[in-house]
């Protein structure tokens, strides 16, 4: 409560000095209610998750029991997913405003401890197997997390993915979750209703995490292709509350965004020149432009997709 306190005082004199309208004044309110209230909750956090290990300046990993090989391992494959997305944006540079200089990692021990802890200690939901809170990043002293768990055999669920849900809101989408057109009205964001309108960012945030995360190796999706259930035009309207699923989120986000990687990096880079500037309704003014222009090379290229080399595809 007393950094609760010390951080309103110190909004207050900045309110006072600068006089700002009143909308903004409630709006830095809020914002310094929540970072305050997000701090006080991750302190308790680190009483818990007590091992802490430096992957490198952007990421670190804090757990309860992974032992050293399992933290190497993981420092390792998360620096290849972070050398695949550099690769695949051409070493982008931060988006304006954003401070999440690095992403922490923290690990339960278990699912249970999960279940148990995270929602106490992260004011999150605990009914899916991970999640990446991107916090206020135009806000000092804010931290990107990532909280998960260990599994029976010590790998960690989802990290790469999530790790690159961290680099995407770093360098391709300004604004925080809540700016990034979907759906969602989830803890602990709780991104205000009414929801945009669509089209949105979801087959882009999910497919690409996917996508830089497995490569061309993510079998389930391969084999979703085949049944061709959605028009490309369709998937750039994919939420998390309507026009949704597992299937429609990850794996034909994935293809719908390998497709774009692979047929379109031209219309890519037009459309991240606008995500990347925070001009959301010209991101969607592209999208509509677009129409069901690429619809039927779409549904052909589908056919097209040799099977992967391995069998190593994890999702959400
Ligand atoms: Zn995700």
Known sequence: ????????????????LSAPPLYAEGLIAAEAKAQDKVKVQTDAAAGVLTQVHQCSPSLQLRSVALNKQQQSQNCLDLAKVEQRFMWLFENPKPVLHDGNMMLRANIYQSKQQYVELASQHFLMPTDNGGMYLEGLPHLKGNQAEFVAYQRDNGEVWNLGHEYVHYLDGRFNLAGDFCANLHDSHAAPENCPRPAPLSPYLVWWTEGMAEYVAHGDDNEAAIKVAKEKTFPLSALFHTGYEKNTGSDRVYRWGYLAVRYMFEKHPDKLRQMLVFTRSGDYPRYQALVNGWGNSMDDDFSLWLTTLPAPAAQTTKAE
């Not at 306190?5 to 309110?15: E, I, T």
């Open 1 to 16: 409560m007393f950094v609760f306190n010390k951080m309103q005082r110190a909004f207050a004199a900045v309110l006072v």
